[in-house]
């Protein structure tokens, strides 16, 4: 079975045992997905509405794009999870075995890579989240509001998943590259998922 498969209290309760997988990537997928999902939950109640019959055809496109990016994000809670297990292999061959190095360094990239993917994947939500924050309808922007507010934990959880392996690596230039793209990406979407949150949050002050 795999973890999209679980019933939410299990997968919570496997995600607090001492199980190396589901962990932080896996949870930080999760929320992008549900905050993906709640953008797609402002589309399905805006569309079809006379009020809002100037951005029907807009709403349908991102409804559908929240949709597929959702399902992404799922995917990767096992996609994550499959990243990971080769790590935990490598750091379990002796050190003075010549090979370890090279091994080690392998599996730290593929284990900084889903996390990444999270993130990127995360961003793409937050930019529609925007759309349907600005353009929804007025019942259902709290829902874009929470969406957004996943989306940016998602963002930075996804960034320490990442940054905790390529800090192992050998290859510095390589973890630069991707530390670099790590906080150009979470500086902008953050700060992105930020502007939605406060601004519908602060029409109820």
């Given at each position: ?18 199980a ?17 999902a709640?953008?797609?939950m ?17 709403m ?9 990016l959702?399902?992404?994000?799922l ?12 790590l935990?292999?490598?750091y ?32 793409e939500a937050?930019e529609?989240?925007e759309?349907?924050?600005?353009k929804?309808?007025?019942?259902a ?7 957004a507010?996943?989306?940016?934990g ?16 050998a290859?510095?230039a ?5 530390n ?10 953050g700060?992105r ?8 949050y602060?029409?109820?002050?």
């Amino acid at each position: 079975m795999t973890m999209t498969e679980m019933t939410l209290s299990g997968f919570a309760e496997t995600l607090a045992s001492k199980a190396p997988t589901p962990g932080g990537g896996g949870a930080c997928a999760l929320a992008g997905a549900l905050g993906a999902a709640l953008g797609s939950m402002v589309g399905e109640l805006t569309v079809g509405k006379n009020k809002y019959a100037a951005v029907e055809t807009e709403m349908r496109d991102l409804t559908a794009r929240a949709k597929a990016l959702s399902g992404k994000l799922l995917a990767m809670i096992d996609g994550d999870a499959a990243a990971f297990e080769p790590l935990s292999r490598a750091y379990g061959i002796p050190k003075d075995d010549p090979g370890r190095p090279a091994e080690l360094e392998r599996c730290l990239r593929l284990a900084a890579g889903a996390p990444m993917d999270i993130l990127r994947l995360t961003c793409e939500a937050v930019e529609l989240l925007e759309s349907f924050g600005e353009k929804g309808s007025v019942l259902a922007v709290s829902d874009a509001a929470t969406g957004a507010a996943l989306c940016r934990g998602a963002l930075y959880g996804a960034a320490v998943n990442v940054k905790v392996n390529t800090a192992l690596m050998a290859d510095r230039a390589y973890a630069a590259g991707i530390n670099g793209e790590v906080d150009r990406l979470t500086e902008e979407y953050g700060a992105r998922a930020e502007k939605v949150l406060q601004g519908i949050y602060g029409r109820y002050q």
